[in-house]
C-alpha cells in the first residue's frame, strides 16, 4: 500500500472519493503532510472521526532522529533517521551565502561498489519511497528550523538506480502545494548509467544533472567504479551529449581528487580532450579519506594544478568547499560507523 505522502493530489483525491470523503480533503491532507506533520491529530481542519481512520489505514511513518551532528566550524548539519522499518540513512544540511541545500540519500546503502565511497560498503539494503526522501528535507527543516532552498541527491544511493521513486520524489517536492522547491534548486548526481541518462533526458526536467566521472580514461575509471565497466567514458560522455542536446542544461562533473590516481597533470589535459564541446563545469573535490580505503587525497599543490590546466583549457572548475569534515560528513561515513556500534553491543 501506497504511503499518502508518496501520492499526488489527483491520487488523494481518488482515494479520498472511494473514502465517501469530498474531493477538497485530498489537499488539506496533503498541505498537512508536506509541513512535516507526525500525526493526523495535528491536521485541525479535519473531521475527528477521519483523522482517526486515516492513522489506522495510512500510518504517517515520519523518521526518527538517531544522531545529529553540528560542525562547529561551519554550521553544516548531519543527521542520522531511523526509518520505520529500522533501516537508516544520512542527511546533511549545508549553508551557503544563497541558501540551505540538503543533502538526501535515495537509497539504503548502495550497489555501485565505488572504490572511494563508504555509502557503498554494505551493498544495497533497499531502494528509498518517495515519501521517505521527501521527509528528509521536510524533517531537516523542521528540526533545524532553517528554510531549505536546494537540494542535492548525492548522499547514500544511486538515485538513478531508483529510477520510478526519484521521479515521483521530484514532482511531490516541486509541487506548488507542497515545498514547491524549484527544479533549479535541485541537483541530481548519478555515476553514469547511461539508458536511466537518456530516459531522465525526455523528462526534460530543468533540475542539474551531476555525473561522478572521477577519471579522464576506461584505464583509470575501471578501477575505481565498476559502473564503467558497463557504461565506459566514451558511451557516458555521448549521453551525456544527448542530454545536454535535450535539455539544454550544462552538466556538472564531479571529480574526486585521489592521490596517484587520476590527479597528474596528463590527466587534466586527457580530460579536456574528453570533453571538448561539452557545455560542462567541472567540480573537484578533495577525496574524504574512508576508513576501509587505501585511497588518498591528493596534495592541495596537485588540486590547484589540475584547476589551472582545466581553466585555461576552457572547462571552468571548481574545488569544492570541505563541509562538515569534524563531523563524518561525507557519505555514508556516520550510518557505517552506527551499524558498527550495533552490532558490538
Known amino acids: 500500500m501506497m504511503n499518502l505522502k508518496s501520492m499526488t493530489i489527483p491520487e488523494l483525491t481518488a482515494l479520498f472519493k472511494e473514502m465517501g470523503q469530498p474531493a477538497f480533503r485530498a489537499k488539506q491532507v496533503y ?18 472521526a477521519l483523522r482517526a481512520q486515516l492513522a489506522q489505514s495510512h500510518p504517517i511513518c515520519a523518521p526518527a532522529v538517531v544522531r545529529k551532528q553540528e560542525s562547529q566550524k561551519d554550521g553544516t548539519i548531519k543527521y542520522l533517521w531511523r526509518l520505520s522499518d529500522g533501516n537508516c540513512v544520512e542527511t546533511v544540511l549545508m549553508r551557503y551565502h544563497y541558501g540551505n541545500t540538503v543533502c538526501i540519500s ?11 565511497c563508504a555509502s557503498t560498503l554494505g551493498g544495497l539494503v533497499r531502494r528509498l519511497e518517495p515519501f521517505e526522501m521527501l521527509d528528509q528535507v521536510l524533517f531537516t527543516q523542521v528540526d533545524s528550523g532553517l528554510p531549505i532552498s536546494h537540494i542535492v541527491l548525492m548522499g547514500i544511493g544511486e538515485p538513478l538506480d531508483n529510477f ?85 542544461r550544462r552538466i556538472s562533473f564531479e ?33 574524504n579519506h574512508v576508513e576501509e580505503s ?23 572548475a571548481t574545488v569544492r568547499r570541505t563541509l562538515g569534515g569534524d563531523i563524518d560528513a561525507s557519505c555514508g561515513q556516520l550510518r557505517r560507523k552506527y551499524t558498527k556500534e550495533e552490532r558490538k553491543e
Not at 31 to 48: A, S
Not at 304 to 315: C, D
Open 106 to 116: 535515495t537509497e539504503v546503502g548502495c550497489r555501485m561498489g565505488c572504490a572511494f
Open 31 to 48: 498541505m498537512w503532510l508536506h509541513r512535516g506533520v507526525r500525526d493526523y491529530g495535528e491536521m485541525t481542519n479535519l473531521p475527528g
Open 164 to 248: 520510478d521513486n526519484v521521479m515521483r520524489f521530484l514532482e511531490l517536492v516541486n509541487s506548488p502545494e507542497g515545498m514547491n522547491i524549484s527544479m533549479r534548486h535541485i541537483s541530481l548526481s548519478t555515476c553514469g548509467l547511461v539508458p536511466k541518462i537518456d530516459e531522465l533526458a525526455e523528462r526534460k526536467l530543468q533540475l542539474t544533472l551531476s555525473v561522478s566521472l572521477h577519471a579522464p580514461s576506461d584505464e583509470i575509471r575501471d578501477t575505481i567504479m565498476p559502473v564503467n565497466k558497463a557504461y565506459p567514458t566514451e558511451e557516458l560522455l555521448a549521453a551525456c551529449r544527448r542530454y545536454y542536446g535535450a535539455t539544454n
Open 294 to 316: 587505501p585511497l588518498k587525497p591528493s596534495t592541495r599543490k596537485a588540486v590547484m594544478e589540475f584547476q589551472t590546466i582545466l581553466e585555461q583549457g576552457g572547462v571552468p
Open 255 to 287: 571529480y574526486a581528487m585521489i592521490h596517484g590516481v587520476n590527479d597528474r597533470p596528463e590527466d587534466a589535459r586527457l580530460l579536456l580532450k574528453r570533453l571538448k564541446g561539452l557545455p560542462a563545469h567541472m567540480n573537484l573535490i578533495p577525496l
